[in-house]
C-alpha cells in the first residue's frame, strides 16, 4: 500500500504505514547505512568567511568522508577559477527591491559564517552578491521567483534575501543547465514573518553544485524550506537553521531522486541557541541505478540555554533498483533537560512485496502500481510546497524518472 499521506504534524510524529522496513535489514543489490555519528555535531572547523581557515579536504574528514573529492571540480582545493556564466533572472511582486552590492554591504553574513572550506572559497571568490528584500508587513501573492541557468563553467556566488518583520513570502529558486556551481544563500527572517522558501535542483546530469543556506529566524516567525534535488552529477547542499528570537518555527523538507552515478547530499543543522523555538526536519528521498548514492545527514544542536525546545527529525529512503548505496545518519545533541520534545529516525528499504501484491490483487498492473506506491512516497512532501505549477512540474518530473526505471 503507497505511504499515508500525512498531515504536517504526522509527518513529526506518526509511524509511516507500509513504509520502507527499518535500516539493518537485508536489501539485496542495496547498501544502506544509518548509524549514530562518533563526533560530536560541532567538531568541524569553527565557521569562517576566510579560506585560510579550513584546511584542503581529503577526504577522511568526518564532513567530507561520503564526498566524491576527484567530482568536486576543484572547489574544495583553490583550483576551480571562475570562468563560466549563470544566467539569472529575478521575478518579484512590487514593492520587493533587487540590488547588487559588494562584500562589505552590512547585509551580508548576518544569517550565517561558510562552515566548510567550498563555501568560504564560494564567499571569497564572488564578485557581486544580489540583495532581495520584501519591506515590513507586506503580503505578497505572487513569489519571488529567482532562475538560475548555467551555461557552462565555473562560477561562484552569494544571494541574501532580506524579509522585513511580518511579512509573508514564498520564494522559488530554481537551478537549471550545466554548470560547476558554488553559492551561499541567506535567508534573513524578521520578528513575525511568514516565509516559505523552495530550492530545485534540476541541473544537467554533468553539472555540480555545492550550497550553504543559512537561516536567522526571528521571534515568532515561521521559516518553511522545500529541497528538491533531480539533476547534477553531484549536489551537495547545507541547510542550517539558527533563531534570532523566542517562539519561532523551522519546517525543513526535502525530496531527492538520484539516479545512477548521481551524488546526492544532504546535510542539515538546526542550531537550538533560543528558548521556546520549535524544529521538524523530513527529507525523502528514492534511488535507481548502479552507483547511485545519496547521503543524508541530520544534525540538531539544543544548546543549554534552548529550554522548552520541540524538535524532531526523519529520513525515508525507497531503493528501486540493485546497485544504489544509501548514508543516512541522525545526530541529536541536548544540552539541556528541559525541553518540550526531541527524536528523531531513520529507514532506508525496497518495495514491500506485500504493497505490490495488493495493488495487483485489485486489477492494477506492476508497473502502475509502483508507479502509485511512490508517488504516495513522495505526494505528502511535494504538497508543502503549495504553489500548483511547482506542484505539477515536480509530480511529472517524478513520473519521468519512474518512466526511466521500468523502460
Known amino acids: 500500500m503507497a505511504e499515508a499521506q500525512n498531515s504536517p504534524k504526522d509527518l513529526r510524529q506518526a509511524p509511516v504505514q507500509g513504509g520502507p522496513p527499518p535500516v539493518g535489514s537485508n536489501t539485496t543489490g542495496a547498501i544502506a547505512v544509518a548509524a549514530e555519528s562518533t563526533t560530536a555535531t560541532r567538531m568541524s572547523a569553527p565557521p569562517s568567511f576566510d579560506v585560510a581557515d579550513f584546511p584542503v579536504p581529503h577526504g577522511r574528514e568526518e564532513e567530507w568522508r561520503f564526498t566524491p573529492l576527484d567530482r568536486l571540480k576543484g572547489l574544495h582545493d583553490g583550483t576551480a577559477q571562475a570562468t563560466g556564466t549563470v544566467k539569472t ?110 530550492s530545485v535542483q534540476d541541473w544537467d546530469d554533468t553539472a555540480v553544485h555545492c550550497s550553504q543556506h543559512n537561516a536567522l529566524v526571528g521571534r515568532d516567525a515561521t521559516f518553511k524550506s522545500v529541497v528538491v534535488t533531480f539533476g547534477g552529477d553531484l549536489v551537495r547542499l547545507n541547510p542550517r537553521v539558527s533563531y534570532a528570537g523566542p517562539g519561532a518555527e523551522a519546517e525543513l523538507y526535502g525530496l531527492y531522486f538520484t539516479d545512477a552515478g548521481q551524488h546526492q547530499e544532504h546535510r542539515l543543522l538546526v542550531d537550538h541557541d533560543t528558548p521556546n523555538c520549535r524544529s521538524n526536519v523530513a527529507y525523502k528521498g528514492a534511488l535507481q541505478g548502479d552507483d547511485a548514492h545519496a547521503v543524508w545527514i541530520g544534525d540538531v544542536l539544543i544548546r543549554a540555554e534552548a529550554t522548552g525546545t520541540d524538535t524532531y527529525e526523519l529520513n525515508r529512503n525507497l531503493v528501486l533498483t540493485d546497485g544504489s548505496r544509501v548514508d543516512s545518519v541522525p545526530n541529536l545533541e541536548i544540552e539541556t533537560g528541559e525541553i518540550v520534545g526531541a527524536g528523531h529516525a531513520s529507514a532506508t528499504g525496497r518495495f514491500e512485496d506485500e504493497q505490490l501484491f495488493y495493488l495487483m490483487a485489485r486489477g492494477i498492473p506492476e508497473r502502475e502500481a509502483r508507479r502509485l506506491v511512490v508517488r504516495g512516497f513522495f505526494a505528502e512532501l511535494v504538497q508543502q510546497v503549495g504553489l500548483p505549477d511547482v506542484e505539477e512540474r515536480l509530480i511529472a518530473r517524478i513520473e519521468a524518472e519512474l518512466e526511466a526505471s521500468v523502460s
Open 89 to 198: 533572472e529575478v521575478s518579484a511582486p512590487d514593492g520587493v527591491t533587487v540590488e547588487k552590492v559588494s562584500r562589505d554591504d552590512a547585509r551580508i553574513g548576518r544569517a550565517g559564517k561558510p562552515v566548510d572550506r567550498v563555501a568560504a572559497q564560494a564567499f571569497s571568490s564572488f564578485e557581486k552578491a544580489s540583495v532581495v528584500s520584501v519591506p515590513k508587513d507586506a503580503v505578497l501573492t505572487e513569489p519571488v521567483r529567482v532562475s538560475l541557468h548555467g551555461e557552462g563553467g565555473v562560477t561562484y556566488g552569494h544571494t541574501v534575501f532580506d524579509i522585513g518583520a511580518f511579512a509573508e513570502v514564498v520564494i522559488v529558486i530554481d537551478h537549471t543547465g550545466d554548470a560547476v556551481r558554488s553559492a551561499n544563500v541567506e535567508f534573513v527572517v524578521g520578528d513575525g514573518a511568514k516565509v516559505t522558501v523552495v
